[in-house]
């Protein structure tokens, strides 16, 4: 089969790019669930810009910059910023209900952020921006879109990508077009603990490296410092806007310890934040208290959080002290692209959360991820929309459905836990370079008891979380010091 473009991923990078692509050529957009299933629908706390009077671009360069230790890639930063504000007014323009305040778009603040410029809605950002997007690309003609459809590899020969292989409906099928669009996702579900929806299984980044792509920055995760400590899966998250709006972390023995550690106490970069909580859980318990803030004024701003830990957890956010832990969260890197979303690879670009542009550095700061997968998918459609290339087929060995038996599925099952019990212990907040030496040795044990390769998506990502937790250790095990996320002990 044909098509001009192919996107596969449906939160806002992909659903962006493809609103944009439509007008250009015929897009098929893949995703493995329903359309809403992403980790941008889950995102509560905002979308950075500057927007303020008082905020100016390279005061939003520079705390992106020391959030991200210095590691990151200027030029990108200052693109990213740059092109902010347009960013929100597009989403705006598109339909997405930012919180306004007297008739002016409500600012918050977060963690790293010297200025208020986190536009929100509610505490359900994402869902806002995803919903509003999905409406628009189901009305679109020119987009048709395969739900529930599993993008098992990339048809790609000597650096040139010319589709992708997909699942769909228990069949194989290989899609060829001008150029294909990874917009997958993060990688959290490699982790035990994670806020990342059971999307988040590393499927691009493992297809890309499997086809030549390169990667950077794998080994930069960044840990929330504030997730729900109650086992469910995933982790519900606290968003840092509580911080942001004045909630306070205390110990177990009642007191407030982040003023002793970072000048910005609670609102210092999430790596210092999640570090000191995992060394206080070791005397005890630690809580997120907003307490002492008007009942109202919590239930008014925070209604989707305050209703979640009510409805399900039986705490009551104006009252109790609620408990937390760090947990997964995000990956700084991803695969390598340039400005314009490029890989080293002909015809496939990467978005979002997957692909690293060089923005957040060795720890992303609050609020950019959003700003970044809606930036680089708008400017990397405005040079895919110009592609006006023969689409061309190439073969490939053809893939049978191969039926796979409970036994097998059952074992993929096991070593999906081992690895993300693996990846927490060990490739976690605090490393040592022996533990992750040893962390390699069991993986590569693990893939010996996978197939080669499988048509089963159970499987197929599992041997994607192996791969992708192979590029993360293997890039923490050459940085030899610790930088922002990548704690060394
Ligand atoms: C709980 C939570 C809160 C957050 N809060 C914020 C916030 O307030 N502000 C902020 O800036 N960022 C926030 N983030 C991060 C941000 O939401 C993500 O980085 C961003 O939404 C990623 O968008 P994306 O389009 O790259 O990927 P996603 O939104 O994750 O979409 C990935 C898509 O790819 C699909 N997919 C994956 N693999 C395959 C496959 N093999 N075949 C087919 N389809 C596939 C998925 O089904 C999904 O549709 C938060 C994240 C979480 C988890």
Same mark, same amino acid.
């Given at each position: 089969?044909?098509?001009?473009?192919?996107?596969?991923?449906?939160?806002?990078?992909?659903?962006?790019?493809?609103?944009?692509?439509?007008?250009?050529?015929?897009?098929?957009?893949?995703?493995?669930?329903?359309?809403?299933?992403?980790?941008?629908?889950?995102?509560?706390?905002?979308?950075?810009?500057?927007?303020?009077?008082?905020?100016?671009?390279?005061?939003?360069?520079?705390?992106?910059?020391?959030?991200?230790?210095?590691?990151?890639?200027?030029?990108?930063?200052?693109?990213?910023? #740059?092109?902010?504000?347009?960013?929100?007014? #597009?989403?705006?323009?598109?339909?997405?209900?930012?919180?306004?305040?007297?008739?002016?778009?409500?600012?918050?603040?977060?963690?790293?952020?010297?200025?208020?410029?986190?536009?929100?809605?509610?505490?359900?950002?994402?869902?806002?921006?995803?919903?509003?997007?999905?409406?628009?690309?189901?009305?679109?003609?020119?987009?048709?879109?395969?739900?529930?459809?599993?993008?098992? +590899?990339?048809?790609?020969?000597?650096?040139?990508?010319?589709?992708?292989?997909?699942?769909?409906?228990?069949?194989?099928?290989?899609?060829?077009?001008?150029?294909?669009?990874?917009?997958?996702?993060?990688?959290?579900?490699?982790?035990?603990?994670?806020?990342?929806?059971?999307?988040?299984?590393?499927?691009?980044?493992?297809?890309?490296? #499997?086809?030549?792509?390169?990667?950077?920055?794998?080994?930069?995760?960044?840990?929330?410092?504030?997730?729900?400590?109650?086992?469910?899966?995933?982790?519900?998250?606290?968003?840092?806007?509580?911080?942001?709006?004045?909630?306070?972390?205390?110990?177990?023995?009642?007191?407030?310890?982040?003023?002793?550690?970072?000048?910005?106490?609670?609102?210092?970069?999430?790596?210092?934040?999640?570090?000191?909580?995992?060394?206080?859980?070791?005397?005890?318990?630690?809580?997120? +208290?907003?307490?002492?803030?008007?009942?109202?004024?919590?239930?008014?701003?925070?209604?989707?959080?305050?209703?979640?830990?009510?409805?399900?957890?039986?705490? +009551?956010?104006?009252?109790?002290?609620?408990?937390?832990?760090?947990?997964?969260?995000?990956?700084?890197?991803?695969?390598?692209?340039?400005?314009?979303?490029?890989?080293?690879?002909?015809?496939?670009?990467?978005?979002?959360?997957?692909?690293?542009?060089?923005?957040?550095?060795?720890?992303?700061?609050?609020?950019?991820?959003?700003?970044?997968?809606?930036?680089?998918?708008?400017?990397?459609?405005?040079?895919?929309?110009?592609?006006?290339?023969?689409?061309?087929?190439?073969?490939?060995?053809?893939?049978?459905?191969?039926?796979?038996?409970?036994?097998?599925?059952?074992?993929?099952?096991?070593?999906?836990?081992?690895?993300?019990?693996?990846?927490?212990?060990?490739?976690?907040?605090?490393?040592?370079?022996?533990?992750?030496?040893?962390?390699?040795?069991?993986?590569?044990?693990?893939?010996?008891?996978?197939?080669?390769?499988?048509?089963?998506?159970?499987?197929?990502?599992?041997?994607?979380?192996?791969?992708?937790?192979?590029?993360?250790?293997?890039?923490?095990?050459?940085?030899?010091?610790?930088?922002?996320?990548?704690?060394?002990?």
């Amino acid at each position: 089969m044909k098509t001009d473009f192919i996107i596969v991923g449906s939160g806002i990078a992909g659903l962006n790019a493809a609103l944009n692509i439509a007008e250009f050529g015929k897009v098929l957009l893949i995703t493995k669930k329903r359309l809403i299933e992403s980790s941008t629908n889950f995102a509560q706390g905002g979308i950075a810009a500057v927007l303020a009077k008082t905020d100016d671009f390279k005061k939003h360069v520079k705390d992106t910059m020391i959030a991200g230790c210095f590691h990151n890639n200027r030029e990108a930063v200052k693109f990213m910023v #740059k092109h902010g504000p347009e960013a929100i007014k #597009k989403l705006m323009n598109l339909g997405v209900k930012f919180e306004i305040i007297e008739k002016k778009l409500a600012l918050t603040r977060e963690g790293g952020h010297s200025k208020n410029r986190i536009a929100y809605a509610g505490d359900r950002t994402g869902e806002e921006i995803e919903k509003t997007l999905v409406a628009l690309v189901e009305k679109n003609p020119n987009i048709t879109i395969w739900e529930n459809t599993f993008a098992l +590899d990339l048809i790609a020969k000597n650096r040139m990508c010319y589709g992708v292989r997909v699942i769909k409906n228990n069949r194989v099928i290989d899609v060829f077009s001008r150029a294909v669009i990874l917009a997958t996702g993060g990688i959290g579900q490699i982790y035990k603990y994670t806020t990342n929806p059971e999307i988040a299984t590393a499927d691009g980044i493992a297809m890309a490296f #499997k086809a030549g792509a390169l990667t950077q920055d794998m080994e930069f995760i960044q840990f929330h410092p504030t997730a729900l400590a109650i086992e469910r899966k995933p982790l519900f998250l606290l968003s840092e806007s509580l911080r942001g709006e004045g909630a306070i972390l205390i110990n177990s023995k009642g007191e407030r310890f982040m003023c002793h550690a970072h000048k910005l106490a609670e609102l210092a970069p999430r790596d210092i934040v999640a570090r000191e909580i995992y060394s206080q859980q070791k005397l005890g318990p630690v809580y997120l +208290d907003i307490s002492h803030k008007n009942a109202a004024f919590i239930r008014k701003r925070f209604p989707k959080i305050y209703s979640t830990l009510k409805k399900k957890y039986s705490l +009551d956010l104006t009252r109790d002290k609620i408990p937390v832990t760090p947990a997964a969260h995000y990956l700084c890197g991803g695969v390598k692209t340039n400005l314009n979303g490029e890989t080293n690879i002909k015809n496939l670009c990467c978005l979002g959360e997957m692909a690293c542009t060089g923005v957040h550095g060795a720890n992303r700061l609050a609020s950019n991820s959003l700003l970044e997968a809606m930036v680089f998918s708008e400017h990397a459609a405005e040079k895919i929309k110009i592609k006006r290339d023969e689409i061309k087929t190439v073969n490939k060995p053809a893939l049978h459905l191969t039926k796979i038996s409970s036994s097998q599925t059952c074992a993929s099952r096991v070593i999906k836990e081992e690895i993300k019990t693996l990846m927490w212990n060990n490739v976690g907040i605090l490393r040592s370079k022996s533990r992750l030496r040893e962390t390699l040795v069991e993986l590569r044990r693990l893939e010996k008891l996978l197939p080669a390769s499988t048509t089963n998506i159970e499987i197929a990502e599992v041997k994607n979380m192996l791969t992708v937790a192979r590029l993360i250790i293997e890039a923490a095990i050459k940085r030899k010091k610790s930088l922002g996320c990548h704690f060394v002990v």
